[in-house]
């Protein structure tokens, strides 16, 4: 059921230029990994394309609908109230199947779509075996624009421009950037993989307009939210550290077991108790 209070309180929170430290939005692909958000105390749920594929065997490129997406939001505001981000890539590639994206999640309860510059159909940002390529500027203007059309303020939108991911420079990531705050955009992210963090630094100082500067520093972890922060950035959101860790953690259980023939935690690999995602499931 849409909540047009938790896409307030975010776009508030977005806006509040006073705040000292950026928010902080966390990949959840299910309900477990909500519960681990909010005792960990972020503030916001990110449901992202790339997790929500990994988990359904599916790859990163455009295979997802609206409803794969739904459920997920569906089943986090069962165990909590935080805000929750989705991840639609490019929408599907076109205005009206950006509108159906941003009407159904919509309803599902999340508090906030993004929508990126990718050309259809979508590779991941870090895809080895072939490039980012950019779709039309024109285009995720006119999702934008349908997007708000459809949504109203019920939905926070965020535009994401992949041009420094394609090779572009950086004037035309903030070009692009800027067209999309001006088609209605409420806050921006110029995608980096620059390990260093020198790019998401200069992004900081070059964004002079007034939309929330956004930042996902998967590849740039050693720089901190708070640095992030103190560069400009309004939120930083962590895209899919709890599912690489928990891909980790289920490797090393199973190694573990394959080497003594049991599952006993040991400090090589411990367990939850069994009857804590229970117990979760019933919060």
Not at 40 to 59: M, N, T
Not at 135 to 150: F, M, P, S, T
Not at 199 to 224: C, K, M, N, Y
Not at 240 to 260: C, E, P, Y
Request: include cysteine.
């Amino acid at each position: 059921m849409a909540d047009d209070t938790k896409a307030m309180r975010l776009r508030e929170a977005l806006a509040d230029s006073e705040r000292k430290h950026p928010l902080l939005a966390i990949g959840a692909v299910n309900a477990l990994a909500a519960h681990v958000a909010v005792e960990a105390g972020f503030d916001a749920l990110w449901v992202s394309g790339l997790e929500v594929s990994a988990a359904s065997g599916l790859p990163d490129a455009n295979v997802l609908g609206p409803r794969d997406l739904s459920d997920v939001v569906a089943s986090l505001g069962r165990v909590t109230e935080l805000p929750v981000i989705v991840d639609i890539d490019n929408a599907g590639g076109s205005g009206r199947t950006a509108e159906r994206f941003a009407s159904d999640l919509m309803r599902a309860g999340a508090a906030a779509v993004c929508v990126e510059d990718s050309a259809y159909p979508k590779c991941n940002s870090f895809a080895a075996h072939r490039a980012q390529t950019l779709a039309d500027r024109d285009l995720l203007c006119e999702q934008v624009g349908r997007i708000r059309k459809v949504a109203g303020d019920g939905l926070v939108v965020v535009a994401r421009t992949e041009a420094l991911i394609a090779g572009e420079d950086l004037a035309t990531a903030i070009a692009r950037a800027e067209a999309y705050a001006e088609a209605g955009a409420d806050a921006v992210i110029i995608h980096s993989k620059d390990a260093s963090g020198d790019q998401a630094r200069a992004i900081g100082r070059e964004w002079s307009h007034g939309v929330p500067l956004v930042s996902v520093p998967t590849a740039f972890p050693d720089l901190s939210a708070t640095e992030l922060g103190e560069a400009g950035f309004r939120l930083c959101i962590y895209a899919n550290q709890l599912s690489r860790a928990a891909l980790a953690g289920m490797r090393t259980a199973a190694r573990q077991f394959r080497r003594g023939g049991s599952f006993r935690s040991t400090l090589a690999g411990s367990l939850a108790e069994v009857g804590e995602p229970e117990a979760l499931s019933c919060l």
